[in-house]
């Protein structure tokens, strides 16, 4: 089976981590893994397949993170990714919203440990490609140590060896996902007895993490960290990620020089038809807390939407950033 180095991921974001998104924060980070939007198993199925499976080959590693609870669409959806050319395929049990749980997606799958496991057992037949799981510690109802201890290890024995945990319960009614983010406590501690109890598996440690030193602090318990919405409105901190975590040589390398980079990208994309904001909406928070940054998000979050010039408008920000 490939093997996948998790040592530091970003977190599945809806709406955020598409592949425009991939492409730009893989020009900082070289070892990072990304992940994918979660995309359902209907959307692949009997959707546009090919756009929720296309990715540029400079995004590797890359993993597909899917939503659903039908072992055998789950399956059929995990052959399609091995065969697109994705390093790891993940299941969604962490998504707390009142739409995926109608649809048994998400967090609700906690209560339902079983087929969590015959889901993981069925993606796994056929694919040389890792299957892991990103999940709560618990919902309420089912929030016990035990029952996180059942779930964890009816899912181990079907296979799954790489759990991503988000040290916090899901509250499925009442709160929004926002506030599923917020709200509940972060147990860290709950999570470290999950790594005590389950010591040969991979344990990755989600939730609330927002710089490269709490990354390393938590890399001496956890075999690894996920970074969400920190690592999306702050990127630049992605690059020290190769260094400080991974032992790589730093690399001496300025935001205008990752943006001159990206401006091939962006060039095609509008030349295919598409619009240059699809790709400048994601680079925003490259620039923060100097000179200059402030009017380099005001013209490509408002600017490059009125003008029919948008290279012009790029250009412009990025030699707003003097070299930065």
Not at 25 to 39: C, G, H, N, P
Not at 84 to 100: H, K
Request: charged residues 25%; negative net charge.
């Amino acid at each position: 089976m490939n093997t996948v180095n998790r040592r530091f991921s970003v977190a599945p974001m809806m709406d955020w981590t598409d592949h425009h998104c991939r492409y730009f924060l893989r020009l900082i980070s070289k070892r990072a893994l990304l992940y994918t939007e979660m995309v359902t198993t209907g959307a692949i199925l009997y959707g546009d397949s090919a756009r929720f499976l296309r990715h540029d080959q400079s995004e590797h590693p890359v993993a597909l993170q899917l939503g659903g609870s039908n072992p055998v669409d789950l399956a059929a959806c995990t052959k399609m990714a091995a065969a697109a050319g994705f390093d790891e395929v993940n299941l969604n049990v962490g998504c707390p919203s009142d739409r995926v749980q109608n649809n048994m997606i998400g967090a609700c799958l906690m209560a339902h440990p079983q087929l969590v496991a015959d889901c993981v057992k069925q993606m796994q037949d056929g694919v040389d490609i890792p299957v892991t799981v990103k999940h709560r510690i618990g919902i309420n109802g089912r929030d016990s140590y035990a029952e996180l201890c059942d779930f964890v290890g009816k899912v181990r024995d079907a296979g799954c060896t790489s759990f991503t945990v988000h040290a916090r319960i899901a509250i499925l009614e009442g709160l929004s996902p926002k506030e599923n983010r917020d709200i509940p406590p972060l147990r860290y501690d709950i999570a470290a007895q999950l790594k005590d109890d389950f010591p040969d598996l991979e344990i990755i440690l989600n939730g609330g993490i927002k710089t490269l030193e709490q990354c390393a602090e938590q890399l001496h318990t956890f075999d690894g960290v996920m970074i969400g919405r920190e690592a999306y409105h702050n990127p630049w901190l992605l690059s020290e990620v190769d260094h400080q975590l991974f032992g790589d040589a730093l690399r001496e390398i300025t935001r205008t020089e990752i943006l001159e980079q990206l401006r091939p990208y962006l060039l095609a994309h509008i030349a295919q038809g598409g619009k240059a904001t699809h790709i400048t909406r994601h680079i925003l928070g490259l620039a923060q807390g100097f000179p200059g940054a402030r009017r380099f998000r005001q013209l490509l979050s408002a600017d490059i939407y009125k003008t029919d010039e948008p290279m012009r408008i790029y250009d412009q920000a990025v030699a707003g950033l003097e070299g930065r």
